[in-house]
């Protein structure tokens, strides 16, 4: 394959540099990426031939074919000879597929296509090609810079996405048929003409009072204002203790949300759960001790080593295949050798039935289950039975437990106390279950009948 030169050009002939020039006129094979722009007029008066791939876009189904297509039809042309290929703006994506097919490749960088705009800018800036619309990520403190805008349906996608994030009455810069004007967002989609050339700059809106939708990060810069020297009494006043019964119960809350069915309930109090999130972070963040970034970089890390079946090599092809692989990195990720060191993490601050919920579901994933399936439908049966009229089991057992509970209160015993020491009673013997069988050479989980009768041992023996 002969040598390529990626071009530059711009979209009017006045823009091409005395390097660009050069290279057209270097008697290459010239091809340019579109015919509808001002260098297609500049080489019909020097006398230089050229081909363009203009055809290809009403061939080609999407963006992506069309940039596939055009580097197809360059490289095929590289192997009879040296080619340039002029493209209006170097940023065009089938630049970036031809510098992974091409084996010499130069580029030579010319005016950005939106000109004049780059004058406007107010700090960081995305810098976005219209097309790409569903995946913008964008940031109402940052400007945002939109090329190619080059259809009205086109226009109100990307208006639509612009107006998740910036106020719908933005006054925005608007490059079209090389002229500057100025519109509101919401009229972005109300010009006369489109095409390639048309370019919008929408300026950044850092006061977060007028924004119409807000994202994580504007809840972020909520949060430093409250927390502040000139912010909210109440929010400098608070401390991670402080917050605690707030946390429980905007959780409590979601949960109601779930239970009712109720959508706009639960975006609400999920909200208020993401709001405890950010004044922890913030107070974490004031006091030197973390900020945001190590919260969501410790989950995010979190979820691709525990799910080693997507990002790794691992497989799982169920729910319970996937429990299981998550235990086993979880355990790997703590440095935890026996399955007791897993359940003693377990916290003691959970509600005790969770807590018990907890660590039976962790021993039941390591084989050991107190009693086996027979003898746990005769106890849902007697529970049944002694609460007569109740509709299913899950009331029933719901009733029963409620009729211990009245019992603690009569025998003047706290029913959390006496769970919790129950459920360190059941690590005790989980731990002597674990050790014994390690004597014996072997690990859990045990896929056998002999766990069951080996804890009945270690029980009786607490007897003895």
């Known amino acids: 394959m002969a040598a390529i030169a990626v071009v530059g050009v711009g979209l009017e002939a006045k823009q ?212 502040g020297p000139n912010g909210c009494p109440w929010d400098r006043a608070q401390t991670h203790e402080s917050l605690r019964p707030f946390l429980l119960e905007e959780s409590y809350e979601v949960i109601d949300a779930i239970n009712a069915g109720d959508t706009d309930h639960l975006y609400d109090e999920l909200g208020d759960v993401l709001m405890q999130v950010a004044i922890h972070a913030e107070y974490a963040r004031r006091h030197g001790e973390f900020d945001i970034s190590d919260a969501t970089t410790a989950i995010c890390r979190k979820m691709i080593d525990r799910h080693s079946h997507i990002f790794g090599s691992d497989r799982a092809d169920d729910p319970d295949s996937v429990l299981d692989l998550w235990t086993r990195n979880k355990m790997k990720e703590r440095g935890q050798r026996t399955h007791t060191e897993a359940l003693r993490e377990v916290s003691r601050s959970l509600p005790a039935l969770l807590r018990c919920r907890k660590l039976t579901d962790k021993a039941a994933r390591a084989g050991v289950r107190q009693e086996d399936a027979q003898a746990l439908a005769r106890e849902a049966s007697a529970l049944a039975a002694a609460v007569p009229g109740a509709k299913d089991r899950e009331e029933a057992l719901g009733d029963a437990l409620f009729f211990l509970c009245a019992l603690a209160r009569e025998l003047e015993l706290d029913p959390e106390i006496a769970l919790n020491e129950a459920g360190d009673r059941f690590v005790e013997r989980f731990a002597a279950l674990e050790e014994e069988i390690r004597t014996e050479g072997r690990n859990l989980p045990l896929l056998d009948e002999n766990a069951a009768k080996l804890w009945n041992r270690v029980k009786l023996r607490e007897t003895m």
């Open 16 to 227: 091409l540099t005395l390097e660009a020039a050069e290279l057209l006129k270097s008697g290459a094979r010239v091809i340019l990426h579109t015919g509808r722009i001002g260098c297609a007029d500049w080489l019909k008066a020097q006398g230089v031939p050229f081909e363009t791939l203009d055809a290809l876009y009403d061939a080609c189904a999407d963006f992506d074919e069309h940039a596939q297509r055009a580097v197809q039809a360059v490289t095929e042309a590289a192997e009879a000879g040296d080619v340039v290929y002029a493209v209006y703006d170097v940023r065009d994506r089938s630049v970036l597929k031809l510098s992974a097919a091409a084996r010499e490749l130069r580029i030579v960088a010319g005016p950005p296509v939106e000109g004049a705009l780059l004058g406007y800018l107010d700090g960081a800036a995305r810098l976005l090609e219209a097309s790409d619309w569903e995946s913008f990520r964008l940031s109402a403190t940052e400007c945002a810079l939109v090329r190619e805008i080059d259809s009205r349906e086109l226009a109100s996608e990307v208006k639509l996405r612009l107006m998740d994030c910036y106020p719908e009455e933005t006054m925005c810069f608007i490059l079209n048929e090389g002229r500057l004007s100025r519109l509101p967002l919401y009229d972005l989609d109300r010009m006369k003409r489109y095409d390639h050339r048309t370019c919008a700059l929408v300026p950044p809106e850092r006061d977060v009072t007028k924004l119409e939708r807000f994202r994580f990060d504007d809840l972020m810069r909520i949060m430093e204002v409250l927390m």
